[in-house]
């Protein structure tokens, strides 16, 4: 018989999922939720001291080569116990082979997952799919949706949404890599090459008088789950050590059960991938200890890859399918973890005007948005403050305002229907507090996403203008 999880509505308190922030007051007029304890506050963060380059020698180059393939898999359970442990924390079971939605928009309290998004809803639903499928209904929607699979490599395995079901919805079976076996009729079998696996939803938000019509969709779509799941008991730290990290990443190609990956972890066994940490020499601990931090800080301007076109950074055409890019799988690990493949959405990162000065918020900047740009759904434009370990995650301000798009009704278009937007700390007086992105103090990311993307923005035929300087606004 189906072990039936249905939407916990008590959940939305306490789960932080790309975007998540505990709401002020209830965003939906809807019978109040189970009461639960409040979220635990956040953690400290940890302090990032400098770190001194590697030594280039062959045994930092295989480490390094060790640890990126590794570390998007630790990112990926460090993720799942981080919102499991929430959803147990409320007394709400394990959180797995559960869709958990977040009727909330994110704000700057989100700091689970980097680089969240202003401008959708999340479902989220750690999958343990050793035991049997996890049947997974998509209701009717009118309005941009997409689901997206991710194996615990992090790589996309299927995008279902407007894109590819368009309005009607579907019913979809996700099985592990060893499943055999007859499908109810109509159910259509998507397959993941890893029994972890992670289904995000994201449902847009056509600005906050949308807010309940979209948490509504969101709470139309149903999983379902046959058996239970195998235990994951570790300690998956934000800032790992060696033991953590190894450990970890051991665990994660264990419960896999993908060939393929287990065959690519075989050719770093040199460096300790697949033995037990206490199996490790005392030199080989000693090297995972020492160059940790100095590996995970390699990986803090990943995203800026390529060379900058008027300061923006474009994707390649490889992300979200890395296959055995685990220089991109990393760097997207730390700065942008679940991101969606190109033809889905386009993500540019800009951290320079034009001339390759860094962006900072004690200077003024205009960004012109240029009119007719070839977007299937929508776009957006939302500013990120880095942190010392390289996340990124909102500026808080006066106006709880975080990104800006095509949905924004505030904003005021030029006759031509570009929108130049200003970009700068200090609140500007007057009408321009409208066009206003409000920036941190110091250094930070501008990244602009197009949803369903054109043929231009797919092709580079198109490219946004550069953030100019421009004089201060009082």
């Given at each position: 018989?189906?072990?039936?999880w249905?939407?916990?509505?008590?959940?939305?308190?306490?789960?932080?999922?790309?975007?998540?922030?505990?709401?002020?007051?209830?965003p939906?007029?809807?019978?109040?939720?189970?009461?639960?304890?409040?979220?635990?506050?956040?953690?400290?963060?940890?302090?990032?001291?400098?770190?001194?380059?590697?030594?280039?020698?062959?045994?930092?180059?295989?480490?390094r080569?060790?640890?990126?393939?590794?570390?998007?898999p630790?990112?990926?359970?460090?993720?799942?116990?981080a919102?499991?442990?929430?959803?147990?924390?409320?007394?709400?079971?394990?959180?797995i082979?559960?869709?958990?939605?977040?009727?909330?928009?994110?704000?700057?309290?989100?700091?689970?997952?980097?680089?969240?998004?202003?401008?959708?809803?999340y479902?989220?639903a750690?999958?343990?799919?050793?035991?049997?499928?996890?049947?997974?209904?998509?209701?009717?929607?009118?309005?941009?949706?997409?689901?997206?699979?991710?194996?615990?490599?992090?790589?996309?395995?299927?995008?279902?949404?407007?894109?590819?079901v368009?309005?009607?919805?579907?019913?979809?079976?996700i099985?592990?890599?060893?499943?055999?076996?007859?499908?109810?009729?109509?159910?259509?079998?998507?397959?993941?090459?890893?029994?972890?696996?992670?289904?995000?939803?994201?449902?847009v938000?056509?600005?906050?008088?949308?807010?309940?019509?979209?948490?509504?969709?969101?709470?139309?779509?149903?999983?379902?789950?046959?058996?239970?799941?195998?235990?994951?008991?570790?300690?998956?730290?934000?800032?790992?050590?060696?033991?953590?990290?190894?450990?970890?990443?051991?665990?994660?190609?264990?419960r896999?059960?993908?060939?393929?990956?287990?065959?690519?972890?075989?050719?770093f066994?040199?460096?300790?991938?697949?033995?037990?940490?206490?199996?490790?020499?005392?030199?080989?601990q000693?090297?995972w200890?020492?160059?940790?931090?100095?590996?995970?800080?390699?990986?803090?301007?990943?995203?800026?890859?390529?060379?900058?076109?008027n300061?923006?950074?474009?994707?390649?055409?490889?992300?979200?399918?890395?296959?055995?890019?685990?220089?991109?799988?990393?760097?997207?690990?730390?700065?942008?973890?679940?991101?969606?493949p190109?033809?889905?959405?386009?993500?540019?990162?800009?951290?320079?005007?034009?001339?390759?000065?860094?962006?900072?918020?004690?200077?003024?900047?205009?960004?012109?948005?240029?009119?007719g740009?070839p977007?299937?759904?929508?776009?957006?434009?939302?500013?990120?403050?880095?942190?010392?370990d390289?996340?990124l995650?909102?500026?808080?301000?006066?106006?709880?305002?975080?990104?800006?798009?095509?949905?924004?009704?505030?904003?005021?278009?030029?006759?031509?229907?570009?929108?130049?937007?200003?970009?700068?700390?200090?609140?500007?007086?007057?009408?321009r507090?409208?066009?206003?992105l409000p920036?941190?103090?110091?250094?930070?990311?501008?990244?602009?996403?197009?949803?369903?993307?054109?043929?231009?923005?797919?092709?580079?035929?198109?490219?946004?203008?550069?953030?100019?300087?421009?004089?201060?606004?009082?």
């Amino acid at each position: 018989m189906h072990r039936v999880w249905g939407y916990i509505a008590a959940a939305l308190a306490v789960l932080a999922v790309p975007g998540a922030a505990a709401p002020a007051k209830p965003p939906v007029k809807k019978a109040a939720p189970a009461a639960v304890k409040p979220a635990p506050k956040p953690a400290p963060k940890p302090a990032v001291l400098a770190q001194a380059p590697l030594p280039d020698t062959p045994e930092i180059r295989a480490l390094r080569r060790a640890f990126r393939f590794g570390f998007a898999p630790y990112e990926m359970l460090r993720t799942r116990q981080a919102q499991s442990a929430r959803v147990a924390a409320a007394g709400m079971g394990s959180g797995i082979n559960a869709l958990i939605p977040r009727l909330t928009l994110a704000d700057a309290s989100s700091r689970e997952v980097t680089t969240p998004n202003n401008d959708t809803l999340y479902g989220s639903a750690w999958l343990d799919l050793r035991d049997g499928p996890v049947f997974f209904t998509i209701p009717p929607l009118s309005r941009y949706h997409s689901a997206a699979l991710m194996s615990i490599t992090s790589d996309v395995v299927a995008v279902l949404g407007t894109r590819s079901v368009g309005s009607a919805g579907g019913r979809y079976a996700i099985v592990g890599p060893n499943f055999s076996g007859d499908l109810p009729k109509g159910v259509e079998m998507v397959r993941s090459p890893s029994n972890d696996a992670w289904l995000l939803v994201r449902v847009v938000v056509n600005g906050t008088d949308d807010l309940a019509a979209a948490a509504d969709g969101l709470t139309r779509y149903t999983l379902s789950a046959i058996g239970g799941q195998t235990p994951l008991d570790l300690a998956v730290p934000a800032v790992p050590d060696g033991r953590a990290f190894i450990t970890t990443v051991n665990a994660a190609i264990e419960r896999s059960g993908d060939e393929r990956l287990m065959a690519r972890a075989r050719g770093f066994a040199e460096q300790g991938i697949g033995t037990p940490w206490e199996q490790l020499s005392p030199e080989q601990q000693k090297l995972w200890n020492d160059s940790l931090p100095a590996l995970i800080h390699e990986l803090r301007d990943g995203l800026a890859m390529g060379t900058p076109v008027n300061g923006w950074s474009y994707p390649p055409l490889n992300m979200a399918f890395y296959g055995e890019d685990d220089d991109l799988r990393s760097a997207v690990a730390l700065g942008g973890l679940a991101a969606l493949p190109r033809v889905e959405a386009v993500y540019f990162t800009a951290r320079t005007d034009g001339e390759g000065k860094p962006l900072t918020g004690d200077k003024s900047w205009r960004l012109k948005i240029p009119p007719g740009l070839p977007v299937g759904a929508f776009w957006s434009l939302t500013m990120y403050q880095q942190e010392e370990d390289g996340r990124l995650f909102f500026v808080p301000n006066a106006l709880d305002r975080f990104a800006v798009g095509d949905r924004s009704r505030h904003l005021r278009p030029e006759r031509d229907g570009s929108i130049e937007l200003f970009i700068q700390n200090a609140k500007p007086s007057g009408e321009r507090v409208v066009n206003w992105l409000p920036a941190p103090k110091g250094r930070f990311v501008l990244v602009y996403r197009a949803y369903l993307p054109g043929a231009g923005l797919l092709d580079g035929s198109i490219r946004l203008p550069p953030v100019t300087e421009d004089e201060m606004i009082p």
